[in-house]
């Protein structure tokens, strides 16, 4: 059984309620439908009931399912969920009128719903920018407790002809921060090392990227891998860590004997932590181009509840993966 196997299973098992805010997109409604279909939630579709009925009977004749439907425009629950959003924001000077206004947004509404425990977990982002949806879910939902920082990570998942170095891999932080301090770079570390071990259930063995292997290079670059590398060796994370280390190095043992012949890890790394948003972002793109690797995520890590930001280019298959990684993560 894969990983993702497994974690559809536990997604059914648990049958949370997952909201999917953006209905106007059709990738949306197919994964939707897709994931109904198959059990792995209860779906929740914001918009218009019957509007949304006719168009998944447009989209699948068979019209059967167990989708349900929050209605934007019932005056009472918009005023029932401004008020909401006052008592969240109103210390900001946040006024009940322009509450009012906040919450016929999509990705605010989807905020306050999680809040109120009125859904488990939230998946948007297909047509809504990752700003918009991290800025609202900090504010409304908030950061977990001891958390100091909100990441992300995607699950790289390859197939047969591309398992040299395993079958899944984690790369942090590719949707998220774009050029974190060395602390900042530790608790990416720190967080993805949690999910790896108790959302995916993963040994992990985690490489601190750089353009350097175990070499004190006077570039300010560098010695931020370093010095990150040192603080998450200092917190005793549950994990093996290994860095600076460069790409090859983390993958290849015969590379990395030659270029770090006194480190006790062993590679192939399974999780890479890339030193910038830029690294970090394109690295995941060249794997799941040139491998054709599934790329599940942006994963958020950090927020109080579930909330993850999908891509903009995401596909039906990658919505749904990212409705059972979300069905994971609620408790």
């Known amino acids: 059984m894969t990983l993702l196997q497994k974690l559809t299973n536990n997604a059914k ?36 009931k019957e509007q949304l009925e006719q168009r998944l009977s447009a989209l699948n004749n068979d019209s059967i399912h167990s989708i349900e439907f929050i209605d934007l425009t019932d005056k009472g629950l918009l005023s029932s969920y401004a008020q909401s959003l006052y008592e969240i924001r109103g210390s900001k000077g946040l ?13 605010v509404f989807a905020m306050l719903a999680l809040g109120r425990g009125e859904a488990d977990g939230v998946v948007t982002g297909a047509i809504t920018p990752s700003q918009q949806v991290l800025s609202n879910a900090l504010r409304i939902i908030g950061v977990a407790g001891g958390a100091k920082l909100v990441s992300s990570f ?14 899944e891999m984690l790369f942090s932080d590719c949707a998220m921060n774009v050029s974190p301090s060395a ?3 530790a608790e990416i570390a720190a ?15 985690v490489a601190m990227l750089s353009f350097s292997t175990n070499r004190g290079a006077q570039y300010e670059q560098v010695q931020k891998v370093e010095l990150a590398t040192t603080i998450c060796r200092e917190r005793a994370l549950d994990a093996e860590i290994v860095g600076n280390i460069q790409l090859d190095a983390a993958l290849d043992n015969t590379v990395l ?25 394109i690295g ?48």
Do not use: W
Request: aromatic share 6%; hydrophobic share 40%; charged share 20%.
């Open 13 to 48: 098992n648990a049958f949370p309620r997952i909201l999917l805010p953006e209905s106007a997109d059709e990738r949306i409604l197919l994964a939707a439908l897709a994931a109904d279909h198959q059990k792995i939630a209860q779906i929740i579709l914001l918009g218009n």
């Open 95 to 107: 006024s009940l009128s322009d509450a009012g206004e906040l919450v016929k947004k999509n990705t």
């Open 154 to 167: 995607f699950l790289m998942v390859f197939d047969e002809s591309h398992q040299k170095y395993g079958k």
């Open 183 to 185: 602390e900042e770079l």
């Open 191 to 205: 967080s993805t090392i949690r999910s790896a071990n108790e959302l995916l259930g993963m040994t992990p063995k």
């Open 257 to 281: 004997n030659l270029k770090y012949p006194q480190t006790s890890f062993v590679a192939p790394a399974n999780v890479l932590i890339f030193p910038t948003l830029d690294a970090g972002n």
């Open 284 to 331: 995941y793109k060249l794997v799941q181009r040139f491998s054709g690797a599934e790329a599940i995520g942006p994963i958020l890590q950090g927020l109080a509840k579930p909330v993850n930001d999908l891509s903009r280019g995401c596909s039906v298959d990658e919505i749904v993966n990212t409705i059972v990684i979300t069905a994971n993560q609620c408790p």
